[in-house]
């Protein structure tokens, strides 16, 4: 029997008073409303959240919901009645129609959400001027047919985009044709002191090739951005020392801590998986083996070799092993309380809500930062770990396993030559 969690008494108690007090005269509500208390239930309940129920209540007794069959109707209600509560609110608490899509994807009446591109890429085009928007679109037309992926033309159009306000608040044309390269040049300085180098170099590119687009299509004259690329920095690999290496080999060896916090820092020392993986990961045991499934990742680098979506986990050596099934009994327990209608086998369950959807990514970045500081005594950061691996991986001047790990053979190249440094915690 699937046990409901903790709720702080008067928060319960208001909720209760709220859902026993609404009425409608619409049947669909009343469904839909019950969905939506399902769902906050299998969280804690605040006073915030009893906010949004009251607002929510007090909408759908008086106003008729049309029937909610797909995602974008869900998200179509949620702009056109944000329910008076402020953007601060929504992002703390989250959506409501959002919340009743989700219980309505477990119960098989919408499909699962896909990512609409095209209504993004839309959205972005739509932030500019008549003008600018005619000629980005001709540009996002020319990036499509180089076969540009959906995901690369909506960075650059977030580039765009930044660029055109930044003009609009610091000078008094924002059209991004009239930029000049001085302009450019503080623009870049700006970048430089906000953000690290590589978002830096990415944009520098991005909009030189813009430009360059727009002389050969005779909009302007020459290329404003300046000529002298950046100066690019050192490649270097911050990976553990050998001292810390030891002491997280012997905090995964240990029983008196969290399996699922030791099984996340195990998965990414020895299979290099990312915070996103480990997320979005599913679990499975076939025949008294520990399989993960892992979503695949589009290739849309040239050369690039994805890690194989499936991966059964050995059984040596043995602390692994252990591993592996102390983490599947903990697994267990945290899965029977999970409250989904759907056969969800997520690798990592949340410890304090009941959800079948993914936890978030703040979550999982907290929860290796957590492991890395009880096991070597400091936080280190996720791509530190990755890079470890990747220098454990190698075979000396072979790095081409890598490419099996998720690496593009470029950046798996690196790590041939570029020197290694020992992380440093910052003072």
């Given at each position: 029997m699937n046990r409901e969690p903790e709720v702080p008494k008067a928060a319960s108690k208001k909720l209760a008073s709220i859902e026993a007090s609404f009425k409608s005269?619409?049947?669909?509500?009343?469904?839909?409303?019950?969905?939506?208390?399902?769902?906050?239930?299998?969280?804690s309940v605040n006073y915030e959240i009893c906010i949004q129920a009251q607002r929510l209540s007090d909408f759908m007794a008086r106003q008729e919901i049309e029937p909610i069959l797909s995602w974008e109707d869900a998200l179509l209600l949620d702009r056109k009645n944000p329910l008076d509560l402020s953007p601060i609110q929504l992002r703390r608490q989250g959506k409501p129609f959002r919340k009743i899509a989700v219980m309505l994807q477990e119960v098989g009446v919408i499909e699962a959400r896909k990512d609409n591109h095209d209504l993004r890429i839309q959205s972005y085009l739509d932030s500019f001027s008549l003008e600018l928007k005619t000629l980005i679109a001709e540009y996002v037309d020319y990036q499509r047919g180089k076969n540009r992926s959906n995901t690369t033309i909506a960075i650059i159009l977030i580039d765009l985009r930044y660029l055109h306000r930044w003009l609009g608040e610091t000078l008094s044309s924002s059209h991004l044709l009239y930029a000049s390269s001085e302009n450019l040049?503080?623009?870049?300085?700006?970048?430089?002191k906000r953000y690290k180098p590589s978002h830096l170099y990415n944009?520098?590119?991005?909009?030189?090739?813009?430009y360059r687009w727009a002389v050969y299509r005779n909009y302007i004259l020459i290329n404003p951005i300046p000529v002298k690329s950046l100066a690019s920095s050192p490649i270097t690999h911050t990976i553990y020392s050998l001292e810390q290496i030891d002491l997280l080999l012997k905090f995964l060896k240990g029983y008196d801590h969290d399996p699922q916090?030791?099984?996340?820092?195990?998965?990414?020392?020895?299979?290099a998986f990312t915070g996103e993986q480990l997320r979005t990961a599913t679990v499975s045991w076939k025949d008294?083996?520990?399989?993960?499934?892992?979503k695949a990742k589009e290739k849309?680098?040239?050369?690039?070799?994805?890690?194989?979506?499936?991966?059964?986990?050995?059984?040596?050596?043995d602390w692994f092993w252990n591993l592996q099934k102390r983490f599947y009994q903990d697994w267990l327990t945290r899965r029977s309380k999970m409250n989904a209608a759907m056969d969800i086998t997520p690798l990592l369950v949340h410890d304090n809500w009941i959800d079948s959807q993914a936890v978030g990514r703040s979550w999982v970045k907290y929860r290796l930062s957590r492991g890395t500081q009880i096991a070597t005594g400091v936080a280190?950061?996720?791509?530190?770990?990755?890079q470890t691996s990747a220098v454990i991986h190698k075979?000396?001047?072979d790095a081409s396993i890598l490419t099996k790990l998720g690496w593009s053979a470029r950046s798996a190249m690196t790590y041939v030559w570029a020197p290694s440094v020992f992380f440093t915690p910052m003072k």
């Open positions: 005269r619409f049947a669909y509500n009343h469904h839909l409303f019950e969905l939506y208390l399902r769902y906050i239930r299998r969280r040049r503080r623009y870049l300085s700006d970048l430089n944009s520098f590119y991005r909009l030189s090739h813009f916090i030791a099984m996340m820092l195990a998965l990414v020392l020895l299979y008294d083996q520990m399989s993960i499934l892992s849309s680098v040239k050369g690039r070799t994805a890690r194989p979506e499936e991966l059964i986990l050995p059984k040596e050596p280190i950061p996720i791509s530190v770990l990755r075979r000396g001047f």
